[in-house]
């Protein structure tokens, strides 16, 4: 389960985006962008690095994404991308 932000915070917008920072990151991810491996596929573990940074970036620490996943789900791939 990915949240946009952590119960405490508000998830900030942008006109400029389009939609949410959570938004833009997580499409961004989806698109190409959390592929750290460069093999050409997005992970569950991936995502939720690249939309935990990338939501901090771009609200300047404002907003914090959190992400909850049994421990027994191993790593898998939810996007290919070739």
Do not use: H
Not at 17 to 24: I, P, R, V
Request: glycine share 8%; hydrophobic share 35%.
């Amino acid at each position: 389960m990915f949240t946009s932000s952590t119960k405490n915070q508000v998830s900030l917008e942008n006109e400029s985006w389009g939609n949410g920072a959570f938004t833009k990151a997580l499409l961004e991810g989806l698109g190409g962008k959390a592929d750290y491996s460069k093999k050409g596929r997005v992970t569950i573990n991936m995502l939720d690095l690249y939309i935990s940074e990338r939501v901090k970036e771009l609200t300047n620490n404002k907003q914090t994404p959190a992400t909850s996943k049994p421990d027994t789900i191993a790593d898998f791939q939810i996007v290919g991308l070739e």
